[in-house]
């Protein structure tokens, strides 16, 4: 999709973003619902946001549950800070909701995304994938959660570990 993956290099300067969406929608871990755009009034692509399928193994790596994995994040330079990353990251949470996940995941920015109900993922249980910083590694908990909820997370391979 030419439009999202303008708005991806866009929003960051870069296509590693972008070519991780291109690689996730020819996976198994590619949701049709999880890949949300925001149009302006004149039908234009100025935001973006994957939700894809990730994998939570047990600590002992005997269990795989299906979880739900945020990012990336995207908004054209010219309309963030006006409510357009809010509305995706709504809309993502609805479809983690409706997709029965019982967690997403994320790393991202430490002070944005708690109002969404995000925390460290660490604190609950969830170990990433990879040495990431606590404060940026963050996991909301959706219905079904439950303290049993623990291990490792893992995001579709195509994610940089």
């Known amino acids: 999709m030419p439009f999202v993956r303008a708005v991806e290099e866009a929003a960051f300067g870069r296509a590693v ?7 996730v929608r ?4 590619w949701l049709k619902t999880g890949s949300i755009v925001a149009v302006d009034g004149m039908r234009r692509v100025v935001g973006h946001v ?7 193994l047990s600590l002992d790596g ?15 330079p010219e309309l963030q800070r006006r409510g357009v990353g809010k509305a995706l990251m709504r809309a993502a ?16 920015h430490p002070t944005y995304y708690p109002r969404f109900g995000f925390e460290r993922a660490r604190a609950i249980g ?7 910083p606590d404060d ?14 623990r291990g490792v997370v893992q995001f579709p391979p195509v994610f940089p570990t």
């Open 50 to 56: 994957l939700l894809c399928r990730g994998r939570l």
């Open 62 to 76: 005997a269990e795989r549950h299906d979880i739900g994995t945020i990012g990336p994040v995207a908004v054209l």
């Open 26 to 29: 020819v996976t198994d871990d």
């Open 93 to 108: 949470i609805s479809a983690a909701v409706a997709a029965r996940f019982v967690v997403v995941c994320l790393v991202g």
């Open 126 to 132: 969830l170990e990433p994938p990879g040495d990431w």
């Open 136 to 149: 940026a590694w963050l996991a909301l908990r959706l219905p079904g959660w439950s303290a049993a909820v």
């Open 17 to 23: 973003e972008a070519d991780i969406v291109d690689a």
